[in-house]
């Protein structure tokens, strides 16, 4: 609903009002108190202007409707119930300037609202990397949802890895033009020579090599979207021959003579300072000004950490579908990486996130799981604490286990060490003392007598073997 609603029992009052909005090109409608609680309940006004001499039955509807703005008419501002619906006052007489004002902080107040625009519309159906509820992403979102219905050129700016194409796919989807083709350039990726015969195609024998004649971007993309990233590469004797095609919508094949008409539109992208190069004379005011028509920033992940939980969430979906085991994140790993600075923006969270689900498929990931780069604060690496008996015991059957593959010489020659008994038969608690203090001497000996290493090369914790060398007096001579 694109009225405005004029609530009041004084006639006298509305049809001045209404007057008013009407010579300012405002569409209202004028309700008595009684009548706007109905309107209300069914629709959502622009605003609603309402006259509070009617008492505590015009202030009950300010704050029985809190999803609309409110202004009051002859209220003082130190009068006013506590509510944040009521967004603005206007006394009498009304000047054009109050009036004005108070319409726009209730269009601000339908616009930033969390709900609104923290839910995403069905129709949209807006792509991974715009996910977030930080205020930069909902105001590209924002951006994108307008300037999509319409045929307006669009000029993306934004570090690498931000999305800018994701931006651009999303204004094609949303457009008029969405059942026509999107046809992706990279203008830093393509040779200078090339990228002539590449954007406008070339016909028979026009140089060496071709030959057949060919379609160019500009002809593929018809009826569509022609997406030009890296436009900040792109050779300055191009830059003229894309100015005239944008100037005329019409553009001549390499080697042809033959006008070809083109209904494409432009969407162009890059992640360099434009006006500096003007500045440095590498980049054409002209074709500057003929491209940003409708300019939208990408914004840096790092300006947007908040969204981090939620990309996290959606790469890993997005992830798994390829057949790849979860992960999931501790509540400290997730801080930790929205410490991090992320140089690469988005496509560096997405690059870590793969690396980590193969790396802990179907596991939890906290800090120490992290790489040493995205480990931020103090990082207290969790260490079990195993019971001796577990340690001694899987020692004793990694022994054992490494001696049953010895050949029948050695099994012969050292029975009891590779785990044949005797027939005399053996004292086990004082062998495996004497083995565990023969295995503790060597490690000592080998590492120098430095015991955390010694401990390392046994598998146990330090503390351990320390226990272990006081009970069996293993002292340095």
Known sequence: MKDILLVSDNNALKQNLHTILTFLGEPCISLSVSDAQVQLENKSPVAVILDVAGGEKSLALIKRYPQHPFVAINMAEQQSPAVGNLVGHITLPITYP???????????????????????????????????????????????????????????????????????????????????????????????????????????????????????????????????????????????????????????????????????????????????????????????????????????????????????????????????????????????????????NVRELSNLVERLMILFPGQIVDVQELPAKYQYGDVERFEPDYPEEVLERDAFNELFAESASHDDEELETEPAVNGFLPDEGVNLKEYLSELEINLIQQALEQQDWVVARAADKLGMRRTTLVEKMRKYNIQRD
Not at 167 to 190: M, Q, T, Y
Not at 272 to 296: G, H, S, T
């Open 98 to 344: 109050v009036l004005t004002q108070a319409i726009h902080r209730c269009q601000e107040y339908i616009r930033s609202h969390p709900v609104r625009n923290g839910a995403v519309p069905t129709k949209t159906r807006l792509f991974r990397s715009l996910v977030g509820k930080s205020e930069q992403i909902q105001g590209v979102r924002r951006l994108v949802e307008q300037v999509a219905p319409t045929d307006a050129t669009v000029l993306i700016l934004g570090e690498s890895g931000t999305g800018k194409e994701v931006v651009a796919r999303n204004v094609h989807f949303l457009s008029e033009r969405k059942d026509g083709p999107f046809i992706p350039v990279n203008c830093g990726a393509i040779p200078g020579e090339l990228l002539e015969s590449e954007l406008f195609g070339h016909e028979k024998g026009a140089f060496t090599g071709a030959i057949s004649a060919r379609k160019g971007r500009f002809e593929l993309a018809e009826g569509g979207t022609l997406f030009l990233d890296e436009i900040g590469d792109m050779p300055l004797q191009m830059q003229v021959k894309l100015l005239r095609v944008l100037q005329e919508r019409m553009f001549e094949r390499v080697g042809g003579n033959r006008p070809i008409q083109c209904d494409v539109r432009i969407i162009a992208a890059t992640h360099r300072d434009l006006e500096q190069m003007i500045a440095d004379d590498k980049f054409r005011e002209d074709l500057y000004y003929r491209l940003n028509v409708f300019p939208i920033d990408s914004p840096a992940l790092r300006e947007r950490r908040e969204d981090i939980p939620l990309l996290l969430q959606e790469l890993i979906s997005r992830i798994q579908g390829d057949g790849v085991a979860p992960v999931k994140f501790t509540e400290r790993a997730i801080g930790s990486l929205m410490e991090h600075a992320w140089s690469g």
